[in-house]
């Protein structure tokens, strides 16, 4: 039992392995994700730091400046600059990303583990209400959430959450429903380990390494979700710096290219690299799974 469960742990991701760390940045997609997710994760740190100007300094004088030695991506409707508010902005936007994604990660794993262990009316109830919840696109959900509650980051970050924790529990459903029925568990049972045992000691830690690859995928639809709401102007509210916002208010200046491009290169930058994140992180569960295949 010890020795299936060691090796199923290893194959579907389970537990702390450093190995993953250096797979990852052996692969071309994962390090190019890898360096632009810690770019933008020191940018939103280290925002102080890196910041020219104060992101709410208004500056009259230099209203609508193009870019310049001074100013390197110029100056918006209120002689702000530009590259600090983009700077500041990356700390909303992970803000909002990882609170929505953390939460959407919680409820739906919690939902679908429950519905797969328990099964039978749990299963039926839980998952009438997630169908119904996926049967409408995430974005016009969130809209509707935020619309109804009011624009704020708590309520975007709830109302990504709910878009979203939909996908968790189908993922960790079908994964527990197939876990369920593996040789380590019915040998955990044989041996008389309790229920509450085998879900946490051998179902959940084997589930878990494709939820956290999952969760990059979802981390990059939900940061852009959240630069839509801030576009329409759902989201972060004026004077925050919030990326969706600029290209809003570049929108109404649409001659005055970089007050929308650079904040769309950031959107793009950050959205790339949750991409190749993902993509990076199923390549290597999913060679493990093949090398394990063929031991």
Same mark, same amino acid.
């Given at each position: 039992?010890?020795?299936?469960?060691?090796?199923?742990?290893?194959?579907?991701?389970?537990?702390?392995?450093?190995r993953l760390v250096r797979d990852l940045?052996?692969?071309?997609?994962?390090?190019?994700?890898?360096?632009?997710?810690?770019?933008?994760?020191?940018?939103?740190?280290?925002?102080?730091?890196?910041?020219?100007?104060?992101?709410?300094?208004?500056?009259?004088?230099?209203?609508?400046?193009?870019?310049?030695?001074?100013?390197?991506?110029?100056?918006?409707?209120?002689?702000?600059?530009?590259?600090?508010?983009?700077i500041f902005g990356a700390r909303v936007?992970?803000?909002?990303?990882?609170?929505?994604?953390?939460?959407?990660?919680?409820?739906?794993?919690?939902?679908?583990?429950?519905?797969?262990?328990?099964?039978?009316? &749990?299963?039926?109830? *839980?998952?009438?209400?997630?169908?119904?919840? #996926? /049967? +409408?696109?995430?974005?016009? @959900?969130?809209?509707?959430?935020?619309?109804?509650?009011?624009?704020?980051?708590?309520?975007?970050?709830?109302?990504?959450?709910?878009?979203?924790?939909?996908?968790?529990?189908?993922?960790?459903?079908?994964?527990?429903?197939?876990?369920?029925?593996?040789?380590?568990?019915?040998?955990?049972?044989?041996?008389?380990?309790?229920?509450?045992?085998?879900?946490?000691?051998?179902?959940?830690?084997?589930?878990?390494?494709?939820?956290?690859?999952?969760?990059?995928?979802?981390?990059?639809?939900?940061?852009?979700?959240?630069?839509?709401?801030?576009?329409?102007?759902?989201?972060?509210?004026?004077?925050?710096?919030?990326?969706?916002?600029?290209?809003?208010?570049?929108?109404?200046?649409?001659?005055? &290219?970089?007050?929308? *491009?650079?904040?769309?290169?950031?959107?793009? #930058? /950050? +959205?790339?690299?949750?991409? @190749?994140?993902?993509?990076?992180?199923?390549?290597?569960?999913?060679?493990?799974?093949?090398?394990?295949?063929?031991?």
């Amino acid at each position: 039992m010890t020795t299936g469960s060691a090796n199923k742990t290893s194959a579907r991701g389970g537990g702390a392995e450093p190995r993953l760390v250096r797979d990852l940045l052996k692969h071309r997609q994962g390090a190019v994700g890898t360096v632009l997710f810690l770019g933008l994760v020191s940018m939103a740190f280290f925002a102080p730091l890196l910041s020219p100007f104060d992101p709410q300094h208004v500056a009259v004088e230099k209203i609508l400046s193009p870019p310049s030695t001074t100013h390197w991506l110029g100056t918006d409707e209120l002689g702000r600059d530009i590259a600090s508010r983009i700077i500041f902005g990356a700390r909303v936007t992970l803000q909002v990303v990882a609170g929505a994604v953390a939460l959407s990660l919680i409820a739906g794993a919690v939902l679908g583990f429950i519905a797969a262990y328990l099964g039978r009316f &749990w299963d039926a109830l *839980i998952m009438r209400v997630i169908d119904a919840l #996926l /049967a +409408i696109p995430p974005l016009i @959900l969130a809209l509707a959430i935020v619309a109804a509650l009011g624009p704020n980051l708590f309520y975007t970050i709830l109302a990504i959450a709910l878009a979203k924790l939909g996908m968790f529990a189908r993922l960790v459903r079908g994964e527990v429903l197939s876990l369920k029925s593996m040789e380590f568990v019915e040998a955990a049972r044989a041996v008389g380990a309790s229920g509450t045992r085998i879900a946490f000691k051998h179902i959940w830690p084997n589930a878990a390494g494709n939820v956290i690859v999952f969760s990059a995928v979802i981390a990059s639809s939900a940061l852009l979700i959240e630069s839509a709401l801030n576009f329409l102007g759902l989201g972060a509210q004026p004077p925050t710096p919030s990326w969706g916002v600029m290209i809003a208010t570049g929108m109404q200046h649409w001659t005055l &290219w970089w007050m929308s *491009i650079f904040p769309g290169v950031a959107i793009f #930058l /950050a +959205i790339l690299a949750f991409n @190749l994140l993902g993509d990076a992180l199923r390549d290597i569960m999913d060679r493990r799974l093949f090398d394990l295949g063929h031991l």
